[in-house]
Protein backbone atom coordinates (compact mmCIF):
# COMPACT_ATOMS: atom_id res chain seq x y z
CA UNK A 1 0.00 0.00 0.00
CA UNK A 2 2.49 2.42 -0.98
CA UNK A 3 1.40 6.02 -1.32
CA UNK A 4 1.56 7.42 -5.14
CA UNK A 5 0.12 9.56 -8.00
CA UNK A 6 -2.31 6.82 -9.69
CA UNK A 7 -4.05 7.89 -12.67
CA UNK A 8 -7.48 6.46 -12.60
CA UNK A 9 -8.31 6.84 -16.54
CA UNK A 10 -8.47 2.97 -17.10
CA UNK A 11 -10.80 2.53 -14.13
CA UNK A 12 -14.00 5.27 -14.97
CA UNK A 13 -15.75 5.11 -18.23
CA UNK A 14 -16.28 8.36 -18.62
CA UNK A 15 -12.68 8.38 -19.01
CA UNK A 16 -11.56 10.96 -17.16
CA UNK A 17 -7.78 11.50 -16.22
CA UNK A 18 -7.90 11.94 -12.29
CA UNK A 19 -5.67 10.64 -10.16
CA UNK A 20 -5.84 9.24 -6.17
CA UNK A 21 -2.98 8.66 -3.92
CA UNK A 22 -2.82 4.77 -3.55
CA UNK A 23 -5.16 2.03 -5.12
CA UNK A 24 -6.09 -1.09 -4.49
CA UNK A 25 -7.63 -4.89 -5.38
CA UNK A 26 -9.93 -6.45 -2.79
CA UNK A 27 -10.05 -10.02 -3.60
CA UNK A 28 -11.56 -11.38 -0.51
CA UNK A 29 -13.76 -10.08 2.02
CA UNK A 30 -10.94 -10.40 4.41
CA UNK A 31 -8.42 -8.22 2.47
CA UNK A 32 -11.35 -5.99 2.06
CA UNK A 33 -11.76 -5.49 6.03
CA UNK A 34 -8.32 -5.13 6.28
CA UNK A 35 -8.14 -2.08 3.60
CA UNK A 36 -11.30 -0.38 5.23
CA UNK A 37 -9.80 -0.86 8.60
CA UNK A 38 -5.98 0.12 7.82
CA UNK A 39 -7.19 3.03 5.78
CA UNK A 40 -9.66 3.61 8.87
CA UNK A 41 -6.86 3.72 11.42
CA UNK A 42 -4.47 6.02 9.19
CA UNK A 43 -7.43 8.63 8.65
CA UNK A 44 -6.73 7.73 5.12
CA UNK A 45 -9.82 8.65 3.04
CA UNK A 46 -11.74 6.15 0.53
CA UNK A 47 -13.72 5.42 -1.91
CA UNK A 48 -14.57 1.97 -3.26
CA UNK A 49 -14.63 1.62 -6.68
CA UNK A 50 -16.89 -1.23 -9.06
CA UNK A 51 -16.60 -1.11 -12.75
CA UNK A 52 -16.76 2.96 -12.86
CA UNK A 53 -19.46 3.25 -14.70
CA UNK A 54 -21.22 5.65 -12.68
CA UNK A 55 -18.82 8.20 -11.25
CA UNK A 56 -17.62 11.26 -12.93
CA UNK A 57 -14.21 12.13 -11.02
CA UNK A 58 -13.76 15.80 -11.18
CA UNK A 59 -10.67 16.17 -9.41
CA UNK A 60 -7.70 14.37 -8.54
CA UNK A 61 -8.76 12.19 -5.58
CA UNK A 62 -6.61 13.31 -2.15
CA UNK A 63 -7.10 9.46 -0.68
CA UNK A 64 -7.32 5.68 -1.52
CA UNK A 65 -9.68 3.58 -3.42
CA UNK A 66 -9.97 0.59 -3.18
CA UNK A 67 -11.39 -1.51 -5.99
CA UNK A 68 -13.96 -4.62 -5.40
CA UNK A 69 -12.75 -7.52 -6.93
CA UNK A 70 -14.61 -10.16 -4.85
CA UNK A 71 -15.76 -12.83 -7.42
CA UNK A 72 -18.49 -15.98 -6.84
CA UNK A 73 -22.01 -17.05 -7.79
CA UNK A 74 -23.56 -19.94 -6.21
CA UNK A 75 -27.20 -21.04 -6.84
CA UNK A 76 -29.60 -23.36 -5.10
CA UNK A 77 -33.19 -24.12 -6.12
CA UNK A 78 -36.87 -25.34 -4.16
CA UNK A 79 -39.93 -26.19 -6.88
CA UNK A 80 -40.45 -22.39 -6.94
CA UNK A 81 -37.24 -20.51 -7.19
CA UNK A 82 -33.45 -20.02 -7.79
CA UNK A 83 -31.36 -18.33 -5.25
CA UNK A 84 -28.23 -16.61 -6.18
CA UNK A 85 -25.31 -15.29 -3.91
CA UNK A 86 -23.67 -13.18 -6.44
CA UNK A 87 -20.13 -11.38 -4.89
CA UNK A 88 -20.47 -7.60 -5.38
CA UNK A 89 -16.92 -7.66 -8.01
CA UNK A 90 -19.01 -9.96 -10.30
CA UNK A 91 -19.90 -8.30 -13.66
CA UNK A 92 -23.52 -7.34 -13.90
CA UNK A 93 -23.40 -8.25 -17.54
CA UNK A 94 -21.47 -11.36 -17.06
CA UNK A 95 -24.44 -12.61 -14.09
CA UNK A 96 -27.20 -12.21 -16.76
CA UNK A 97 -25.46 -14.48 -19.24
CA UNK A 98 -24.90 -16.69 -16.72
CA UNK A 99 -28.33 -16.72 -16.10
CA UNK A 100 -29.74 -17.55 -19.29
CA UNK A 101 -27.12 -19.73 -20.38
CA UNK A 102 -28.00 -21.81 -17.11
CA UNK A 103 -31.58 -21.39 -18.18
CA UNK A 104 -32.64 -19.28 -15.06
CA UNK A 105 -34.61 -16.21 -16.40
CA UNK A 106 -35.42 -12.94 -14.83
CA UNK A 107 -32.48 -10.68 -16.03
CA UNK A 108 -32.57 -10.68 -19.70
CA UNK A 109 -34.50 -6.72 -19.56
CA UNK A 110 -31.22 -5.91 -17.47
CA UNK A 111 -28.63 -6.74 -20.14
CA UNK A 112 -25.47 -5.08 -21.40
CA UNK A 113 -26.05 -2.47 -17.86
CA UNK A 114 -22.01 -2.06 -17.39
CA UNK A 115 -20.51 -2.64 -14.07
CA UNK A 116 -20.86 -5.35 -10.84
CA UNK A 117 -23.24 -7.04 -9.01
CA UNK A 118 -21.92 -4.53 -5.87
CA UNK A 119 -23.06 -1.22 -7.20
CA UNK A 120 -26.62 -2.67 -8.72
CA UNK A 121 -28.89 -2.12 -5.24
CA UNK A 122 -26.51 1.52 -4.75
CA UNK A 123 -29.11 3.55 -7.27
CA UNK A 124 -31.32 0.26 -7.36
CA UNK A 125 -30.12 -0.20 -11.52
CA UNK A 126 -32.91 -0.63 -14.06
CA UNK A 127 -33.90 -0.80 -17.74
CA UNK A 128 -36.69 -1.69 -19.66
CA UNK A 129 -39.29 -1.87 -16.68
CA UNK A 130 -36.89 -3.98 -14.70
CA UNK A 131 -35.48 -2.93 -11.79
CA UNK A 132 -32.79 -4.54 -9.33
CA UNK A 133 -35.26 -4.15 -6.71
CA UNK A 134 -37.44 -7.15 -8.18
CA UNK A 135 -35.00 -9.64 -8.11
CA UNK A 136 -33.47 -8.56 -4.85
CA UNK A 137 -33.59 -10.80 -2.17
CA UNK A 138 -31.08 -9.75 0.47
CA UNK A 139 -27.79 -7.61 0.23
CA UNK A 140 -24.71 -8.39 2.41
CA UNK A 141 -22.19 -5.02 3.26
CA UNK A 142 -19.52 -4.60 5.78
CA UNK A 143 -20.18 -1.62 7.74
CA UNK A 144 -17.79 1.08 8.35
CA UNK A 145 -16.38 2.13 10.63
CA UNK A 146 -16.89 -1.16 12.55
CA UNK A 147 -16.29 -4.08 10.23
CA UNK A 148 -19.33 -6.24 11.39
CA UNK A 149 -21.00 -7.91 8.24
CA UNK A 150 -24.77 -6.54 7.88
CA UNK A 151 -27.00 -8.39 5.92
CA UNK A 152 -30.80 -6.35 4.79
CA UNK A 153 -33.60 -7.67 3.36
CA UNK A 154 -34.08 -6.77 0.07
CA UNK A 155 -38.08 -4.40 2.04
CA UNK A 156 -35.00 -2.88 4.12
CA UNK A 157 -33.41 -1.68 1.21
CA UNK A 158 -35.55 1.77 0.74
CA UNK A 159 -35.06 0.81 -2.74
CA UNK A 160 -36.96 3.53 -5.50
CA UNK A 161 -36.49 5.03 -8.05
CA UNK A 162 -32.55 4.79 -8.75
CA UNK A 163 -32.02 5.37 -5.07
CA UNK A 164 -31.73 3.00 -2.27
CA UNK A 165 -30.84 3.34 1.28
CA UNK A 166 -27.52 3.08 -0.20
CA UNK A 167 -27.40 6.44 -1.38
CA UNK A 168 -29.00 7.61 1.93
CA UNK A 169 -28.56 6.38 5.33
CA UNK A 170 -26.00 4.32 4.97
CA UNK A 171 -24.13 6.33 2.22
CA UNK A 172 -20.19 5.78 2.83
CA UNK A 173 -21.42 3.29 5.55
CA UNK A 174 -21.35 0.20 3.62
CA UNK A 175 -19.54 -1.80 1.25
CA UNK A 176 -21.29 -4.45 -0.34
CA UNK A 177 -19.58 -7.69 -0.55
CA UNK A 178 -22.51 -9.88 -2.16
CA UNK A 179 -26.12 -10.15 -3.28
CA UNK A 180 -29.07 -12.57 -2.98
CA UNK A 181 -31.11 -12.76 -5.90
CA UNK A 182 -34.53 -14.61 -5.98
CA UNK A 183 -35.52 -15.95 -9.85
CA UNK A 184 -39.03 -17.36 -9.98
CA UNK A 185 -39.18 -21.15 -12.18
CA UNK A 186 -42.56 -19.78 -13.64
CA UNK A 187 -41.25 -16.76 -15.81
CA UNK A 188 -43.68 -14.14 -17.10
CA UNK A 189 -41.69 -11.59 -19.67
CA UNK A 190 -41.63 -8.17 -19.35
CA UNK A 191 -42.47 -6.27 -22.99
CA UNK A 192 -43.91 -2.95 -22.02
CA UNK A 193 -41.45 -1.22 -23.54
CA UNK A 194 -41.42 0.11 -26.99
CA UNK A 195 -38.91 -1.87 -28.01
CA UNK A 196 -39.78 -4.47 -26.76
CA UNK A 197 -43.21 -4.75 -27.69
CA UNK A 198 -43.05 -6.05 -30.90
CA UNK A 199 -42.58 -9.45 -29.44
CA UNK A 200 -45.28 -12.28 -28.40
CA UNK A 201 -45.85 -12.99 -24.99
CA UNK A 202 -46.87 -16.04 -25.23
CA UNK A 203 -43.96 -17.24 -27.16
CA UNK A 204 -41.24 -15.46 -26.49
CA UNK A 205 -38.30 -16.53 -25.04
CA UNK A 206 -35.95 -15.06 -22.30
CA UNK A 207 -32.75 -15.37 -24.97
CA UNK A 208 -35.03 -13.26 -27.58
CA UNK A 209 -35.77 -10.45 -24.84
CA UNK A 210 -31.72 -10.29 -24.04
CA UNK A 211 -31.06 -10.12 -27.70
CA UNK A 212 -33.46 -7.19 -28.51
CA UNK A 213 -32.57 -5.54 -25.43
CA UNK A 214 -28.88 -5.60 -26.62
CA UNK A 215 -29.94 -4.59 -29.84
CA UNK A 216 -31.59 -2.14 -29.24
CA UNK A 217 -28.87 -0.98 -26.47
CA UNK A 218 -26.04 -1.33 -28.77
CA UNK A 219 -27.63 1.09 -31.58
CA UNK A 220 -28.59 3.43 -29.30
CA UNK A 221 -25.92 3.89 -26.43
CA UNK A 222 -22.40 4.96 -27.32
CA UNK A 223 -20.12 2.31 -25.83
CA UNK A 224 -17.43 3.49 -23.28
CA UNK A 225 -14.75 2.28 -24.83
CA UNK A 226 -14.94 3.98 -27.76
CA UNK A 227 -16.83 7.13 -26.45
CA UNK A 228 -16.29 7.84 -23.01
CA UNK A 229 -19.41 8.08 -20.80
CA UNK A 230 -21.63 7.02 -17.47
CA UNK A 231 -24.86 6.39 -19.35
CA UNK A 232 -27.76 8.36 -18.66
CA UNK A 233 -25.93 11.61 -16.81
CA UNK A 234 -29.79 12.85 -15.08
CA UNK A 235 -32.70 10.95 -13.37
CA UNK A 236 -36.02 11.30 -15.64
CA UNK A 237 -38.25 13.49 -13.21
CA UNK A 238 -41.24 12.84 -11.19
CA UNK A 239 -43.78 15.49 -11.42
CA UNK A 240 -47.40 15.99 -9.74
CA UNK A 241 -50.38 15.36 -12.29
CA UNK A 242 -51.38 18.97 -11.88
CA UNK A 243 -47.50 20.08 -13.43
CA UNK A 244 -47.81 17.26 -16.12
CA UNK A 245 -51.19 19.10 -17.23
CA UNK A 246 -49.58 22.32 -17.78
CA UNK A 247 -46.49 21.46 -19.12
CA UNK A 248 -48.67 19.18 -21.46
CA UNK A 249 -50.35 22.28 -22.38
CA UNK A 250 -47.88 24.62 -23.08
CA UNK A 251 -45.64 21.32 -25.39
CA UNK A 252 -48.33 18.93 -26.84
CA UNK A 253 -45.50 16.25 -27.63
CA UNK A 254 -43.74 16.05 -24.25
CA UNK A 255 -42.88 12.37 -23.50
CA UNK A 256 -44.05 11.32 -20.02
CA UNK A 257 -44.87 7.95 -18.36
CA UNK A 258 -48.03 8.07 -15.72
CA UNK A 259 -46.86 5.98 -12.92
CA UNK A 260 -49.27 4.28 -10.43
CA UNK A 261 -48.47 6.59 -7.70
CA UNK A 262 -50.65 9.94 -9.89
CA UNK A 263 -47.75 11.10 -10.25
CA UNK A 264 -45.63 11.26 -13.93
CA UNK A 265 -42.20 10.36 -15.07
CA UNK A 266 -40.99 13.00 -17.79
CA UNK A 267 -37.89 11.88 -20.49
CA UNK A 268 -35.38 13.78 -19.05
CA UNK A 269 -34.16 13.15 -22.43
CA UNK A 270 -37.08 14.77 -24.40
CA UNK A 271 -36.67 18.18 -22.09
CA UNK A 272 -32.73 18.12 -22.95
CA UNK A 273 -33.46 17.92 -26.98
CA UNK A 274 -36.61 20.49 -26.59
CA UNK A 275 -34.34 22.51 -25.23
CA UNK A 276 -31.65 22.66 -28.38
CA UNK A 277 -28.95 20.38 -26.25
CA UNK A 278 -28.28 17.72 -28.29
CA UNK A 279 -24.86 17.38 -29.74
CA UNK A 280 -23.91 20.32 -27.96
CA UNK A 281 -20.18 21.10 -26.85
CA UNK A 282 -18.86 22.07 -23.26
CA UNK A 283 -15.04 21.73 -23.68
CA UNK A 284 -14.47 18.14 -24.47
CA UNK A 285 -17.94 16.97 -22.95
CA UNK A 286 -20.60 16.52 -25.44
CA UNK A 287 -24.32 16.09 -25.50
CA UNK A 288 -24.71 12.58 -27.58
CA UNK A 289 -26.37 13.02 -30.62
CA UNK A 290 -28.75 9.85 -30.22
CA UNK A 291 -29.59 9.65 -26.55
CA UNK A 292 -29.38 13.56 -25.51
CA UNK A 293 -29.82 12.13 -21.64
CA UNK A 294 -25.86 10.91 -22.64
CA UNK A 295 -23.36 13.06 -21.98
CA UNK A 296 -19.42 11.91 -23.81
CA UNK A 297 -16.15 12.39 -23.35
CA UNK A 298 -14.81 13.73 -26.75
CA UNK A 299 -11.71 12.51 -26.17
CA UNK A 300 -9.67 15.68 -23.78
CA UNK A 301 -12.85 16.44 -20.90
CA UNK A 302 -11.75 17.73 -17.95
CA UNK A 303 -13.44 17.26 -14.70
CA UNK A 304 -14.49 21.26 -15.10
CA UNK A 305 -15.99 20.56 -18.37
CA UNK A 306 -18.30 18.20 -16.94
CA UNK A 307 -19.33 20.40 -13.87
CA UNK A 308 -19.77 23.26 -16.78
CA UNK A 309 -21.92 20.83 -19.07
CA UNK A 310 -23.98 19.80 -15.77
CA UNK A 311 -24.70 23.65 -14.89
CA UNK A 312 -25.74 24.91 -18.52
CA UNK A 313 -28.02 21.70 -18.94
CA UNK A 314 -29.73 21.75 -15.55
CA UNK A 315 -29.97 26.07 -15.66
CA UNK A 316 -31.42 25.77 -19.49
CA UNK A 317 -34.26 23.26 -18.94
CA UNK A 318 -35.09 24.59 -15.64
CA UNK A 319 -35.51 28.13 -17.40
CA UNK A 320 -37.53 26.13 -20.30
CA UNK A 321 -39.53 24.12 -18.11
CA UNK A 322 -39.80 24.65 -14.43
CA UNK A 323 -37.73 21.48 -13.76
CA UNK A 324 -34.45 20.56 -11.89
CA UNK A 325 -32.88 17.84 -13.31
CA UNK A 326 -31.01 15.77 -10.76
CA UNK A 327 -28.22 13.97 -11.39
CA UNK A 328 -28.07 10.18 -11.72
CA UNK A 329 -23.85 9.07 -11.76
CA UNK A 330 -22.12 10.11 -8.38
CA UNK A 331 -19.39 12.67 -8.29
CA UNK A 332 -16.23 13.19 -6.58
CA UNK A 333 -13.55 15.99 -5.60
CA UNK A 334 -10.36 16.08 -4.03
CA UNK A 335 -12.05 15.33 -0.41
CA UNK A 336 -14.52 12.74 -1.79
CA UNK A 337 -18.21 13.03 -3.06
CA UNK A 338 -19.05 17.01 -4.34
CA UNK A 339 -22.08 17.96 -5.64
CA UNK A 340 -22.47 19.65 -8.63
P1 LIG B 1 -19.11 2.43 -9.96
O1 LIG B 1 -19.25 3.45 -11.00
O2 LIG B 1 -17.78 1.81 -9.76
O3 LIG B 1 -19.62 3.03 -8.59
C1 LIG B 1 -20.80 3.78 -8.54
C2 LIG B 1 -21.03 4.18 -7.08
O4 LIG B 1 -21.28 3.04 -6.29
C3 LIG B 1 -19.82 4.87 -6.45
O5 LIG B 1 -20.29 5.82 -5.55
C4 LIG B 1 -19.10 3.74 -5.71
O6 LIG B 1 -18.36 4.20 -4.61
C5 LIG B 1 -20.28 2.90 -5.26
N1 LIG B 1 -19.96 1.46 -5.18
C6 LIG B 1 -19.53 0.67 -6.19
N2 LIG B 1 -19.40 -0.59 -5.73
C7 LIG B 1 -19.74 -0.58 -4.42
C8 LIG B 1 -19.80 -1.57 -3.41
N3 LIG B 1 -19.49 -2.85 -3.62
N4 LIG B 1 -20.21 -1.19 -2.16
C9 LIG B 1 -20.53 0.10 -1.91
N5 LIG B 1 -20.49 1.09 -2.82
C10 LIG B 1 -20.10 0.74 -4.07
N6 LIG B 1 -27.63 2.20 -14.97
C11 LIG B 1 -28.90 1.76 -14.87
O7 LIG B 1 -29.49 1.75 -13.78
N7 LIG B 1 -29.57 1.30 -15.97
C12 LIG B 1 -29.00 1.25 -17.19
O8 LIG B 1 -29.64 0.82 -18.14
C13 LIG B 1 -27.66 1.72 -17.32
N8 LIG B 1 -27.07 1.76 -18.53
C14 LIG B 1 -25.81 2.23 -18.65
C15 LIG B 1 -25.22 2.26 -19.92
C16 LIG B 1 -23.93 2.72 -20.08
C17 LIG B 1 -23.31 2.74 -21.46
C18 LIG B 1 -23.20 3.16 -18.95
C19 LIG B 1 -21.78 3.61 -19.12
C20 LIG B 1 -23.77 3.15 -17.69
C21 LIG B 1 -25.08 2.70 -17.53
N9 LIG B 1 -25.72 2.66 -16.28
C22 LIG B 1 -27.00 2.19 -16.16
C23 LIG B 1 -25.02 3.16 -15.08
C24 LIG B 1 -24.11 2.09 -14.41
O9 LIG B 1 -23.73 1.10 -15.31
C25 LIG B 1 -24.77 1.43 -13.20
O10 LIG B 1 -25.15 2.39 -12.26
C26 LIG B 1 -23.85 0.41 -12.51
O11 LIG B 1 -24.56 -0.25 -11.49
C27 LIG B 1 -22.58 1.02 -11.94
O12 LIG B 1 -21.74 -0.04 -11.56
P2 LIG B 1 -20.20 0.17 -11.33
O13 LIG B 1 -19.66 -1.11 -10.76
O14 LIG B 1 -19.54 0.64 -12.55
O15 LIG B 1 -20.21 1.28 -10.20
P1 LIG C 1 -36.56 5.21 -24.04
O1 LIG C 1 -37.02 3.84 -24.40
O2 LIG C 1 -36.22 6.18 -25.12
O3 LIG C 1 -37.62 5.88 -23.07
C1 LIG C 1 -37.40 7.19 -22.52
C2 LIG C 1 -37.75 7.14 -21.05
O4 LIG C 1 -39.13 6.87 -20.91
C3 LIG C 1 -37.00 6.04 -20.38
O5 LIG C 1 -35.97 6.62 -19.66
C4 LIG C 1 -38.02 5.31 -19.54
O6 LIG C 1 -37.86 5.53 -18.15
C5 LIG C 1 -39.35 5.89 -19.94
N1 LIG C 1 -40.20 4.82 -20.49
C6 LIG C 1 -40.18 4.33 -21.74
N2 LIG C 1 -41.14 3.40 -21.89
C7 LIG C 1 -41.76 3.30 -20.70
C8 LIG C 1 -42.83 2.50 -20.22
N3 LIG C 1 -43.45 1.62 -21.00
N4 LIG C 1 -43.20 2.66 -18.94
C9 LIG C 1 -42.58 3.53 -18.13
N5 LIG C 1 -41.56 4.31 -18.53
C10 LIG C 1 -41.16 4.21 -19.80
O7 LIG C 1 -35.30 5.07 -23.05
P2 LIG C 1 -33.78 4.77 -23.36
O8 LIG C 1 -32.99 5.94 -23.01
O9 LIG C 1 -33.62 4.12 -24.70
O10 LIG C 1 -33.47 3.66 -22.27
C11 LIG C 1 -34.10 2.41 -22.32
C12 LIG C 1 -34.05 1.78 -20.93
O11 LIG C 1 -32.67 1.59 -20.56
C13 LIG C 1 -34.67 2.66 -19.86
O12 LIG C 1 -35.33 1.83 -18.94
C14 LIG C 1 -33.51 3.36 -19.22
O13 LIG C 1 -33.71 3.63 -17.86
C15 LIG C 1 -32.38 2.33 -19.39
N6 LIG C 1 -31.08 3.01 -19.52
C16 LIG C 1 -30.54 3.55 -18.40
C17 LIG C 1 -29.32 4.19 -18.45
C18 LIG C 1 -28.70 4.72 -17.20
O14 LIG C 1 -27.52 5.05 -17.21
N7 LIG C 1 -29.42 4.83 -16.11
C19 LIG C 1 -28.62 4.28 -19.64
C20 LIG C 1 -29.23 3.76 -20.78
C21 LIG C 1 -30.45 3.11 -20.71
P3 LIG C 1 -36.91 4.66 -17.18
O15 LIG C 1 -35.54 5.22 -17.37
O16 LIG C 1 -37.49 4.94 -15.86
O17 LIG C 1 -37.02 3.22 -17.56
Aim: charged share 20%; with cysteine.
Amino acid sequence: MSATHISLKPFNTFGLDAACQTLVEANSVSELLQYCLAFQKRQTPFIVLGGGSNLLLLENYQGAVIRIQLKGISVHEDSSFYYLTVAAGESWHGLVKYCLSHHMAGLENMALIPGTVGAAPIQNIGAYGLEFADVCEWVEYLELPGGDIKRLAASACEFDYRESIFKGELRDKAVITQVGLKLAKAWQPRLNYGPLQHLATDSVSPQQIFDAVCDVRRRKLPDPKVLGNVGSCFKNPIVSAAQYAQLHSEHGDIAAHPLPSGEVKIAAAWLIDKAGLKGKRFGGVGVHDGQPLVLVNHGDATGTDVALAVQSIRARVQSLFGIVLALEPRTYGAQGERRI
